[in-house]
Structure formats: structure tokens, C-alpha cells
């Protein structure tokens, strides 16, 4: 299974930018689909972005399009999370997670589930301030 550590988090002002990353190990990184989620205080997990094997396909929830941009970069085994105008109810826990390369199939009909999703990082906490 492979394993997931976040980093690029922080303190930032509204409308400020951050680039989070999610380096990946243990096993081979393009048989992955890559999605990043968030967790706020009082609020369930919410799905943010995804990106196929190859990052040929991007899937987005509303309320960050336009202001973040998910990549992938298979030879340094890392996917990225670009955020910019960032907002006060951005703050969150940001995770990153694989899922098996072919529930990216799936994400053209549905958006992602945590349930999609076998492996997790442990998060990075990005706050933004007014």
C-alpha cells in the first residue's frame, strides 16, 4: 500500500496563494488515481480535486474551480494542489489519497468518494486569515 506525506501547508492571508504537495512511496506511483480532500472543524470531509494516472483528466468540486489546480508529476512521485485566492473558509485539514488507477473512470459520472480512496496522508493544516 502506498504511503502518503503532505507538506506546503501554513498561514495565509485572504488572498494569498499555497501549494501544497503529496509525496508518495512504497509502491508504484502511476497505477494511482490521486485526489485531495479537507476536513474542517464541525464539517464532514469534503472532496476537493482528483487527477487520473497520468493527469490527463482533473475533476473538481464547485466551489474551487478556478482557484485550484491539481497536478501530478509521476517521476518524483509527487501530486500537487495549487491554491490560489485563497478564503477564510478554505481553512481546513487538507489529506491527499490514492485510489486504484481505474476509479478514475468512474469520476466522469460521479465525483469522488473517500470510499474510493485506500491509502491517506495524514494532513496539512492550511488556516487562512481575514
Known amino acids: 500500500q502506498v504511503q502518503l506525506v503532505e507538506s506546503g501547508g501554513g498561514l495565509v492571508q485572504a488572498g494569498g496563494s499555497l501549494r501544497l504537495a503529496c509525496a508518495a512511496s512504497?509502491?508504484?506511483?502511476?497505477?494511482?488515481?490521486m485526489g485531495w480532500f479537507r476536513h474542517a472543524p464541525g464539517t464532514e470531509r469534503e472532496f476537493v480535486a482528483a487527477?487520473?494516472?497520468?493527469?490527463?483528466?482533473?475533476y473538481y468540486t464547485d466551489s474551487v474551480k478556478g482557484r485550484f489546480t491539481i497536478s501530478r508529476d509521476n517521476a518524483k512521485n509527487t501530486v500537487y494542489l495549487q491554491i490560489y485566492s485563497l478564503k477564510p473558509e478554505d481553512t481546513a485539514v487538507y489529506y491527499c489519497?490514492?485510489?486504484?488507477?481505474?476509479?478514475?473512470?468512474?469520476?466522469?459520472?460521479?465525483?469522488?468518494?473517500?470510499?474510493?480512496?485506500?491509502?491517506w496522508g495524514q494532513g496539512t493544516q492550511v488556516t487562512v486569515s481575514s
Open positions: 512504497g509502491g508504484t506511483f502511476s497505477n494511482y488515481a
Open positions: 489519497a490514492a485510489a486504484g488507477w481505474g476509479f478514475a473512470t468512474l469520476w466522469h459520472i460521479g465525483l469522488p468518494s473517500p470510499a474510493d480512496f485506500g491509502s
Open positions: 487527477i487520473n494516472w497520468n493527469g490527463g483528466s482533473t
